[in-house]
């Protein structure tokens, strides 16, 4: 019998036609399989196996380029904002920066922080927007990786909105700027106001 797998499918001719025939026409009459379906399902699967390795192929991701003290990101389509951030940091090690973007982008998370509950609260909108200012820091807390981003974008009837950046997800591009700073300020929990403020101390 013939696996219905068309990934075994495929493996299992390749054996049999190794090691046992020397065509598919005998090892169809041979199992009483039609040899014509079986070039159909593999035709479709060898096809579908090409297009996954031209995608991958074409799939663009995340490239930088540092020139002195600052750094030039393209962020590209579907990918994470914050995450590519955090990936450029981590390779630089960077301490300390300032950020600046544009770009587009499709689907976004943005909060505002509420002082009398010490508490963030969350807007998840999706569709097209334009990046109308993206700007923020690159710091650390307990000597991590620490970023602190905000975000104002513009939908297509020039409404614009904003908030603390909790996720962005790219439809086009993104642009990115991130200046490096000598120095290091680290970050400490403040139990008063409810966020993680620079400590200079």
């Not at 807390?141 to 981003?149: I, Q, V």
Request: with cysteine.
């Amino acid at each position: 019998m013939l696996p219905k797998d068309t990934v075994m499918l495929l493996s299992f001719i390749n054996m049999k036609l190794r090691d046992q025939y020397d065509s598919l026409e005998a090892l169809c009459e041979d199992l009483d399989a039609s040899q014509q379906e079986i070039i159909e399902t593999l035709k479709k699967l060898i096809m579908s196996m090409i297009k996954n390795i031209i995608n991958l192929n074409k799939e663009i991701k995340m490239e930088y380029k540092r020139i002195n003290q600052t750094i030039f990101v393209r962020i590209d389509k579907d990918e994470e904002i914050l995450e590519q951030v955090k990936k450029v940091a981590l390779q630089e090690q960077i301490q300390l920066a300032s950020i600046q973007a544009l770009g587009a982008v499709k689907d976004i998370t943005i909060g505002v922080f509420q002082t009398d509950t010490k508490q963030y609260l969350a807007n998840t909108f999706q569709g097209s927007f334009e990046i109308v200012s993206l700007t923020g820091t690159i710091d650390t807390m307990n000597d991590e990786f620490y970023c602190h981003l905000h975000m104002s974008v513009g939908n297509e009837k020039g409404e614009v909105f904003g908030g603390h950046l909790n996720k962005a997800i790219v439809s086009a591009t993104c642009e990115m700027v991130i200046t490096l700073i000598d120095g290091k300020i680290d970050r400490e929990l403040n139990e008063e106001i409810g966020l993680n403020l620079w400590k200079f101390a």
